[in-house]
C-alpha cells in the first residue's frame, strides 16, 4: 500500500524540502519494537500499523 500525505505536499509547495518533512515526522519513532500494541489493538509489523494509520486517516 503506498501512504500519500497531503501535508507533505503542503509543505513542499510553501518552500520545505520533502526530506526534510518525512525525516522530522519520523523523529520520534525511533526505538519503537513490534509487536506493538496501542489501545488494545496489537500490531504485528510497522508494515500493518502504518496500513491501520493511513485508513483512519483516509476514514475506512
Do not use: K, W
Request: hydrophobic share 35%; glycine share 6%.
Amino acid at each position: 500500500m503506498t501512504h500519500y500525505n497531503p501535508y507533505v505536499e503542503n509543505l513542499i509547495e510553501m518552500g520545505y524540502d520533502e526530506q526534510d518533512c518525512r525525516n522530522v515526522a519520523a523523529v520520534g519513532e525511533s526505538n519503537v519494537t513490534y509487536p506493538r500494541t496501542i489501545y488494545g489493538r496489537t500490531f504485528a509489523t510497522e508494515a500493518e500499523y502504518n496500513d491501520a494509520v493511513a485508513d483512519f486517516i483516509n476514514g475506512i
